[in-house]
Nanobody, 124 residues
Framework: QVQLVESGGGLVQAGGSLRLACVAS????????MAWFRQAPGKEREFVAA????????YYADSGKGRFTISRDNAKNTVYLQMNSLKPEDTAVYYC?????????????????WGQGTQVTVSS
């Protein structure tokens, strides 16, 4: 069982930066693939970024490439999402997710555990 708690969301002006953090409970954190998804009002939840536990490969949605960076600190059981050059269209609730047998990193159903989400609002 893994519990995920996100933090770091807030209100920021366009062009600004935020760093989201997701702290995981459980001793097996280092063996989970981790991801961030987001859901904007009236839209379906979408993939943002992922990082595999084996080899540390990273994956990004086109919307975040060059602006977002996912990283993890296994000693702290934490995964981060550094978001730079934020745009109003990045406004959404951001969710952390963990999966132990992820094949397609952008697919929601690959992830067994989900956090409650943290709100990110980017003003123009």
């Amino acid at each position: 069982q893994v519990q995920l708690v996100e933090s770091g969301g807030g209100l920021v002006q366009a062009g600004g930066s935020l760093r989201l953090a997701c702290v995981a409970s459980g001793r097996a954190f280092r063996s989970y693939d981790m991801a961030w998804f987001r859901q904007a009002p009236g839209k379906e939840r979408e993939f943002v970024a992922a990082r595999s536990w084996r080899g540390g490969s990273t994956y990004y949605a086109d919307s975040g490439k060059g602006r977002f960076t996912i990283s993890r600190d296994n000693a702290k059981n934490t995964v981060y999402l550094q978001m730079n050059s934020l745009k109003p269209e990045d406004t959404a609730v951001y969710y952390c997710a963990a999966g132990d047998t992820v094949v397609v990193f952008s697919r929601e159903r690959e992830y067994r555990y989900w956090g409650q989400g943290t709100q990110v609002t980017v003003s123009s």
